[in-house]
Each structure stands twice: as C-alpha cells, then as structure tokens.
T-cell receptor
Framework: DSGVTQTPKHLITATGQRVTLRCSPR?????VYWYQQSLDQGLQFLIQ???????AKGNILERFSAQQFPDLHSELNLSSLELGDSALYFC???????????????FGNGTRLTVT | QKEVEQDPGPLSVPEGAIVSLNCTYS??????FMWYRQYSRKGPELLMY????GNKEDGRFTAQVDKSSKYISLFIRDSQPSDSATYLC?????????????FGKGTHLIIQP
C-alpha cells in the first residue's frame, strides 16, 4: 500500500457531464501530481501542486482543473466530458519540494473514468 | 521522436530466467531514473530509483544507467510468476523543474510457470 488514497475507484458518466476526483496524499507529503493513463498515450502528466500552490502544468485540457486544499488533499475536476476522456486517472505524492531531484513519486490505485 | 522509448512487448519468459527491460531517451536533461511496476488495475509501484550512471542492486532487481548512450535497463534475476506485470521507466529532468516524471509506455512482462 503506497499510502495515497484515491476516490472513487470507478466512475461512469455521460458526455457533457462534470466529475470530481479526490486524492489524499501520503502522510507528510506536500506535493501532489495528477496523471492520466490511456492505452494509446501511456501515463501523461497533467498538473502538480506543492503545499497548496500550483507548480507545473503538463498536457492538461482547459476543461480540466485541479486544486490542493489546506489539509493537502487534492481534487481534479473534469468538465464537459467527452468519450476520449475515458481513462485511468492517477494521483501521486512526494515528500520534497518539486525543485529537488530527490523526489520519487508514490501513486494511488487510480480512478477509472468511463464516459458513455 | 518521443522523449522516452520503451518496447511495449509483451515479453514472455520462463520462470527462473533473467529478464532485461530497457528504455532509451533523447534528452540529456534527464538526470533521475526510476522503474515502476504496475499490476493490472493498480497504480504504479516504485521499484528502483537512481541518479547516476552505473548499477544499483536491490534484491533480485538491478537498475543500470548509461547516460552517455542515453540507455537505461532493469534486470530481474530468478524471475517469478508474481513478477508478471507492466514495467515502466520514468525519467526526471534536472535543473529544478517541477514537471513531474516522463514515463515510457511500459513493457508488459509475462513469466511463464
């Protein structure tokens, strides 16, 4: 068990809808990362927060947004959902400042999103 | 050219064999190298982490980095059926970048009993 908790495990929704994925990082970890995993694209970095502040953006669509709360949990909001958004969404956390190289990531078990 | 290339497999070997998994990369800014194992319907699990050229050993696993060739490897000795999973290499750039890891697409490994 990595210590990173993601809810819900599965989510089925219709096109055009909005969903919120939740992540609780490992105790003591200040950095939270969101990744999307699809069969054709592999693991793609979406966005990263450190101690409540956004620190980096990857291939995140404008329809997607995230935030990290004072208790360090994070939420990823996906809106105007399309069929192509169906994927596994992973949260990962790390202890150190993202500027440090010594920050291996620890992943949760993901949320499987199916858009119908 | 993708930043990280990894053969997706599947790679099927008999139990007890030595397994070699590899990634190549194109950007010399990558300075930190990791291997993750991912079982079906689970999140990636960190196996090995290294930041220098050479070998690092942990039990049956050895990670090898050759920065001059931009080539990294993971060796698994005495492979077991429980090693059957997808193995992902992950690389991180130096210089204080906060953009997470760049992953290979993963190699699907099957250990035949």
């Amino acid at each position: 068990d990595s210590g990173v908790t993601q809810t819900p495990k599965h989510l089925i929704t219709a096109t055009g809808q909005r969903v919120t994925l939740r992540c609780s990082p490992r105790s003591g970890d200040l950095s939270v990362y969101w990744y999307q995993q699809s069969l054709d694209q592999g693991l793609q970095f979406l966005i990263q927060y450190y101690n409540g502040e956004e620190r980096a953006k990857g291939n995140i669509l404008e329809r997607f947004s995230a935030q990290q709360f004072p208790d360090l949990h994070s939420e990823l909001n996906l809106s105007s959902l399309e069929l192509g958004d169906s994927a596994l969404y992973f949260c990962a956390s790390s202890t150190t400042d993202p500027g440090s190289g010594n920050s291996p990531l620890h992943f949760g078990n993901g949320t499987r999103l199916t858009v119908t | 050219q993708k930043e990280v290339e990894q053969d997706p497999g599947p790679l099927s070997v008999p139990e007890g064999a030595i397994v070699s998994l590899n990634c190549t990369y194109s950007n010399s800014a990558f300075q930190y190298f990791m291997w993750y194992r991912q079982y079906s319907r689970k999140g990636p699990e960190l196996l090995m982490y290294t930041y220098s050229s050479g070998n690092k050993e942990d039990g049956r696993f050895t990670a090898q980095v050759d920065k001059s060739s931009k080539y990294i490897s993971l060796f698994i000795r005495d492979s077991q059926p429980s090693d059957s999973a997808t193995y992902l290499c992950a690389l991180k750039k130096s210089g204080g970048g906060a953009d997470g890891l760049t992953f290979g697409k993963g190699t699907h490994l099957i250990i035949q009993p």
